[in-house]
């Protein structure tokens, strides 16, 4: 006898789950595959996201550069415009997570994931749809940034494959912090209380080297901001996109940097993946 069961065939929007009749259930890569789709087209469908998803990152980006850049020293006597972008580039995948941590409280709150749990899919898969798809929102958030660095003056010296390297080392940033803010969705449950949780992560990206040397802090707060993951990533791509750390003003070699953003991005993916699929196994 055929047995009948339910797939995610046919996910859109906030529109019902809709199922087909199959011989197996959807594995796991159907599942996160379906998931994944479906948020990317409520992303493209929400004018307001694709939006705010665009120019947030490039405003503050624009007023550090015109309106703060003229009082900032920088190490080395490096351009302004040259120290800031990659740092603007890294902490922007902060406001990309916003979005992210919103999305998912969303979904808690409209009862999506509660109509998924009654499906035999795989519950891990359900969250990792939801972070692959985010995680390419934040690449085209990411690469909108960095054309309009461009536009304002940022140059860079770094060779193409450098750049291409810091490109992947911001998606696979971005990665994990997307991990972080489903997490954070997810505890939030609903969409204005993820927005005020969220914006806890926000002070993190002033206390590092994103926007100013962290030389230029008080002593007691250095330490803070040389030894967290936005520092470590920022310098990393700093590095690599002006061609050296000299050229940067760094006092590590650029694979040091490399190596130590590889290893936070590890470390956040290995912390927070876990506790989000828990948290959604609870929470659904």
């Given amino acids: 006898m055929t047995a009948t069961t339910l797939t995610p065939h046919g996910l859109a929007g906030d529109e019902a789950f809709v199922v087909t009749r199959t011989d197996r259930p959807a594995g796991a890569v159907a599942t996160t595959l379906s998931v ?33 850049g003229g009082a900032m020293a920088t190490p080395g006597g490096v351009p302004y415009v040259d120290f800031m972008v990659p740092g603007f580039v890294v902490t922007g995948l902060l406001f990309s997570g916003m979005t992210t941590a919103t999305g998912t409280a969303e979904d808690v709150e409209h009862g999506f994931f509660d109509r998924l749990r009654s499906m035999p899919v795989p519950r891990w898969a359900l969250v990792a749809g939801r972070s692959i798809a985010d995680t390419g929102v934040l690449t085209w958030s990411l690469l909108v940034t960095a054309a309009i660095g461009f536009a304002v003056g940022f140059r860079p010296d770094g060779s193409p494959a450098e750049l291409l390297l810091a490109l992947g080392l911001c998606v696979a940033f971005g990665f994990a912090f997307v991990w972080l803010f489903v997490f954070l969705g997810l505890l939030a449950g609903t969409a204005q209380a993820s927005q005020g949780v969220a914006m806890l992560v926000f002070p993190f990206s002033f206390v590092s080297s994103a926007y100013v040397p962290v030389d230029s802090m008080p002593g007691w707060l250095q330490p803070v901001a040389e030894n967290q993951p936005l520092t470590a990533m920022t310098n990393a791509v700093r590095s690599l996109s002006l061609g050296s750390p000299e050229a940067a003003g760094l006092s590590h070699t650029t694979g040091y940097w490399v190596a130590l953003s590889l290893a936070w991005t590890v470390g956040l993916v290995a912390v927070f993946a876990p506790l989000a699929v828990a948290r959604y196994r609870k929470t659904a």
Avoid: N, S
């Fill in 36 to 68: 994944a789709a479906r948020t990317i087209r409520k992303f493209v469908r929400t004018p307001q996201l694709v939006v705010l998803g665009t120019i947030q990152g490039a405003m503050f980006l624009l007023i550090f550069r015109y309106v703060f």
